[in-house]
């Protein structure tokens, strides 16, 4: 009754799979990973629900699987977002400052976060995300806290992701319907990045691009912020069209091609090979040649790469990165997808590792489950900010509990 | 060709244009009369042809030719093409004349009905015996508008597509594309005539006007013959430093273009453009560099053309063809098909006046009905023209459109006009041997 651990849920309903993550949250705001749960999707298209009853019911499988699993009851979740509407921009705000001293108050801080907020956003879009970067007082940069300090002019940059109200919407109503309560949405690319990456990454900058079923999810750090985000609603699944669609088989043979025969790098040594396909007796089908198959794979995933690139590129990012590229995503799971996204991007890539949680190893060591574990980590600074505001009600629970515990 | 006697020869000699003649047919192809705007189209005759005299007495064109007889009482065709067929054939000397003196000839009808159906068909062929080009321009009914008058309107085409030089077919249910819910029938319709009334205007242009870039008639009609089962149209406009950009974006934005993806299965691409003086040999290659980019496999027609009036603005006018997809009208055979090959062999060796000798002399009384006519001419020409369909069918086998695979039914993800569906290997023209 009086745990001081509390459970955060986070659930990503992705084109390729439905997965949520239980995590526990310590009394010294330690992370650490208790239960997974996933299905296979069947309802979404491109990171977006089309089909709201398959959707639902791979949802309540997931949620089940992890609920056994972490042996909780879950009853909020932090949901993952994603689809080709979803834009991120940045936005400055100003405030002037008046007191006679001059000196910025904590009200002036608020006030000027509020105005950067105000965008003006179609009315059919909706703000996921508004991301404070940095302040700035009189002109002069990279103020991190500024309440207290001197000056006339005080702004603020923000980082702004938005999307389409109802598509947005969608998502949430179909969790709703399961008696699951959404805390809060968030966008699935800042959910990985928040998994893979460390305060030092970030402060260098990195640029993580998650490659999913259906959509690619990328975000761009530099000087500890988020400076840039964007999706491309292209990912794992059109691999398996093009495979389908080139080597023509069906779909379903494809993906399995694609599993068991894929790689995003050009092998030499596979030149002339071909792979038999049998069906369920064993007798054989067709034949398909693997240089074929590695060579339609290869294009497609390095477009991926050209596309982010050409992006980062023109938001003048690119010089930032220093640390690196970081992957994610089941696509990071392609042999040599790291070496193909260097010879692309030019510049040095991994495949990213979860850092500063502990827990499930099963789970951790995966990427296609970083975004999920990022909405954990997300529920946590959000969890973590709620208690430290109601530290009142913290200090009369900890006085109970001592009470009670005392025989 | 043929001498001009009652040329308005002042206006088109300059750009050495043969004297015109724009026909509507039909109801729809009378008030489509009464949408053109008429100063566009100097030079032109303009004629209405019509059973119903309604229409006729509501229209402001000088010849007006009621077609009437004891047959129908006063009645009009009542949605019937056999009787519209019937007394265009009876009065076949009265559009003949109606025709005489010029060179091209353009049809404008609605097919579906009884008149327009009926009648165009054989006009078209009154037409070309005086010696004209023919080109049409026909729209097919709305499918909601029912089955029959689809069935008419298809067969009718297939009967125009045998006599007309060019027939350029928009399908009504495309403008749904234009539309929304809250647009009403006659704006529906208005929107439709303009659409059609645009792609004459645009054809027209690209004849009639000083080019930069001149085209002629006879390109036209090689392109659009035998390929014109469905068209679609789009014509914008832009003006300012950066309209050729615009443009390029406006077209390939059309609702009607299906973001680029009709140009992209299209088999001919005709590409009319029109500017003020100021008109660029740059920005005519800036926006066929783009439209050539997106349908590479197509055959590309087009003409650049200066009009004083135009000022700074820059408009195109593009005209796709495609094969039908369900090639309905590949898997009907025989006559209909034979009499096109003959036509075209005969007047590829030995010109037009000889085709319209032929027809005539296998043809000796008008009276006789169409596929009578056909299979005469069929027989005529047998053994030569089995040969010619041969090899026009080898040539014309259906190219593959690309299926999209599980992403045909979502949204499409496009960027910068490409579209991210479609396999990366085959945008970019990846062999695999």
């Known amino acids: 009754m009086f745990d001081d651990s509390s459970i955060i849920v986070g659930l990503e309903i992705g084109t390729s799979k439905v997965c949520a993550v239980v995590g526990e949250q310590g009394a010294d705001g330690a992370l650490n990973i208790i239960g997974l749960g996933q299905a296979r999707s069947r309802g979404v298209r491109k990171g977006e629900v089309a089909d709201t009853a398959q959707a639902e019911e791979d949802v309540r499988n997931a949620i089940v699987e992890a609920e056994q699993m972490a042996d909780v009851e879950i009853r909020n979740v932090y949901l993952g977002v994603t689809g080709g509407h979803i834009r991120g921009f940045n936005n400055r705000g100003v405030h002037p400052v008046v007191s006679a001293d001059r000196e910025i108050s904590e009200d002036d801080v608020q006030d000027v976060i509020k105005n950067a907020k105000a965008i003006n956003l179609p009315t059919e879009n909706n703000v996921v995300h508004a991301i404070r970067q940095h302040f700035f007082v009189d002109g002069q940069d990279g103020v991190i806290n500024p309440a207290g300090m001197l000056g006339s002019r005080l702004e603020v940059d923000v980082h702004v992701v938005h999307g389409n109200t109802n598509r947005l919407q969608n998502a949430i109503r179909l969790v709703k319907g399961l008696q699951l309560e959404v805390d809060e949405i968030v966008f699935n690319g800042l959910a990985s990045s928040l998994a893979l990456l460390t305060g030092e990454q970030k402060e260098l900058g990195a640029l993580v691009i998650d490659i999913g079923g259906g959509t690619t999810d990328y975000v761009v750090y530099a000087g500890g912020v988020i400076r840039h985000t964007g999706v491309l609603a292209v990912g794992g699944d059109h691999v398996s069209n093009d495979l389908a669609y080139g080597l023509k088989v069906p779909l379903s043979r494809a993906e399995k091609l694609k599993l068991e025969h894929g790689s995003a790098w050009l092998d030499e040594k596979i030149k002339g090979q071909s792979v038999t396909i049998t069906n369920e007796l064993g007798l054989p089908l067709k034949t398909v040649n693997v240089e074929h198959l590695q060579r339609i794979m290869s294009l497609r995933l390095e477009e991926i790469f050209q596309l982010v690139a050409q992006d980062v590129e023109q938001a003048g990012l690119f010089d930032f990165l220093r640390a690196g590229v970081f992957l994610g995503g089941g696509g990071a799971r392609i042999p040599h997808i790291a070496r193909l996204a260097e010879h692309a991007l030019q510049m040095p890539v991994s495949i990213g590792q979860t850092n500063s949680i502990s827990g499930l190893k099963s789970a951790l060591d995966q990427p296609e489950f970083f975004t999920a574990i990022g909405l954990v980590k997300f529920g946590s600074f959000k969890t973590r900010k709620r208690e430290s505001k109601s530290s009142l009600a913290r200090d009369i629970k900890g006085t109970l509990r001592r009470f009670l515990q005392r025989p | ?433």
């Open chain 2, 1 to 433: 060709m043929k001498t001009k006697t009652e040329t308005p020869a002042a206006m088109l000699e300059p750009a050495g244009m043969r004297a015109a003649k724009i026909i509507g047919v039909g109801s729809a192809g009378v008030s489509l009369l009464e949408v053109m705007n008429r100063g566009e189209f100097t030079g032109a005759g303009f004629a209405a042809v019509n059973t119903d005299a309604t229409s006729l007495a509501g229209s402001t064109v000088a010849l007006k030719i009621h077609l009437e007889t004891r047959l129908l009482r006063g009645l009009g065709t009542g949605g019937d093409p056999e009787r519209g067929r019937a007394i265009a054939e009876e009065q076949f000397t009265t559009l003949k004349t109606a025709c005489e003196g010029a060179d091209v000839i353009f049809i404008v009808a609605g097919l579906g009905g009884g008149a327009g159906s009926g009648i165009t068909p054989v006009l078209a062929r009154a037409a070309r015996e005086t010696g004209a080009l023919v080109l049409a321009f026909v729209t097919l009914p709305f499918v909601c508008e029912g089955n029959r008058r689809q069935q008419q309107a298809q067969q009718s085409l297939e009967q125009l597509r045998a006599v007309a030089d060019g027939v350029i077919c928009l399908p009504c249910q495309k403008t749904f594309k234009l539309i929304d819910e809250n647009t009403s029938v006659l704006d529906t319709f208005r929107i439709t005539g303009e659409l059609l009334v645009q792609g004459v205007r645009g054809v027209w242009r690209l004849l009639t006007r000083p080019g930069l870039i001149q085209i002629h008639f006879d390109d036209l009609c090689a392109l659009v013959r035998n390929r014109h089962s469905e068209s679609a149209f789009a014509s914008v406009e832009a003006s300012g430093p950066a309209r050729s950009r615009e443009v390029v974006e406006k077209l390939l934005n059309h609702p009607l273009l299906e973001e680029g993806r009709v140009l992209a299965e299209s088999e001919a691409v005709l590409v009319s453009m029109m500017g003020g003086r100021d008109l660029t040999m740059a920005e005519v290659n800036r926006v066929m560099e783009q439209i050539n980019r997106h349908c590479e496999r197509a055959q590309v027609i087009m003409g650049a053309a200066v009009d004083e009036a135009m000022k700074t603005r820059l408009s195109v006018t593009l005209i796709a063809a495609r094969q039908n997809p369900d090639a309905k009208t590949e898997a009907q055979s025989g006559a209909p098909a034979s009499v096109e090959c003959a036509d075209m062999s005969a007047s590829r060796s030995a010109g037009r006046r000889q085709v319209a000798a032929v027809s005539g002399e296998s043809a000796p009384q008008s009276g006789l009905s169409l596929e009578q006519r056909e299979q005469v001419l069929a027989r005529h020409n047998s053994g030569r023209a089995r040969k010619a369909m041969a090899r026009m069918r080898q040539a014309q086998l259906p190219l593959a459109i690309i299926s999209k695979g599980r992403f045909d039914k979502s949204e499409p993800t496009i960027h910068k006009g490409e579209d991210l569906d479609i396999p990366t290997y085959i945008r970019r023209g990846v062999a695999l041997n």
